[in-house]
């Protein structure tokens, strides 16, 4: 069985909680700063796009053969 002396008083036990939500928090702070100041922000260059032999509808010997399987 516990004693009375033993026993921890509520109001040292919040202070201890907002103690550690403090310096939990500011550390997080202190990394999110280091950070952002550290990584340099890089443009993505667009992707090159690939050459086109000619836009539109082509027809090939591919098309042409599934123009004849279609034919009733």
Known sequence: MMKPE???KPEAN?????????????GA?????VVATRSP?????P????EVKGSGYQTSDHVLHYY???RT
């Open 41 to 45: 922000i890089t443009p993505e260059l």
């Open 47 to 50: 992707a090159a796009a690939p």
């Open 6 to 8: 033993d026993r921890q």
């Open 14 to 26: 919040l202070r201890r909680r907002s103690f550690l939500l403090t310096a939990s928090l500011g």
């Open 29 to 33: 702070g202190a990394v999110a700063a």
């Open 68 to 70: 004849r399987t279609t």
